[in-house]
Nanobody, 120 residues
């Protein structure tokens, strides 16, 4: 059974940095795909970053140049380094993992979320 557990969420001031972690069990990072999502109150869930088969990392436009997604296979952990944080980055952040089929990532498992709050 796959379990994903996020941590690292906190309250920071604008311009600050946070690193989110997502510890995985029952899942191998070698042949799948992973994503970070976020959802702010009253807004739809938004995909923030995707790591596809360890060869392609993509970001939504609003975080390009500020966020960096990575993973450490030896620690079975996914990371999201967030720099130059803005108040509009405030949201619950979720990690997710799934199967890479053709060129698409099909999410199968979700974490419980970690809250990020950025004050101006």
């Amino acid at each position: 059974q796959v379990q994903l557990v996020e941590s690292g969420g906190d309250s920071v001031q604008a311009g600050g940095s946070l690193r989110l972690s997502c510890a995985a069990s029952g899942y191998t990072f070698n042949s799948g795909c992973e994503k970070w999502f976020r959802q702010a109150p009253g807004k739809e869930r938004e995909e923030v970053a995707e790591i596809f088969l360890s060869v392609r990392i993509t970001y939504t436009d609003s975080v390009k140049g500020r966020f960096t997604a990575s993973k450490d296979k030896t620690k079975s952990t996914l990371y999201l380094q967030m720099d130059s944080l803005k108040p509009e980055d405030t949201a619950m952040y979720y990690c997710a993992a799934g199967q890479a089929i053709a060129s698409t990532c099909h999410i199968r498992n979700w974490g419980q979320g970690t809250q990020v709050t950025v004050s101006s």
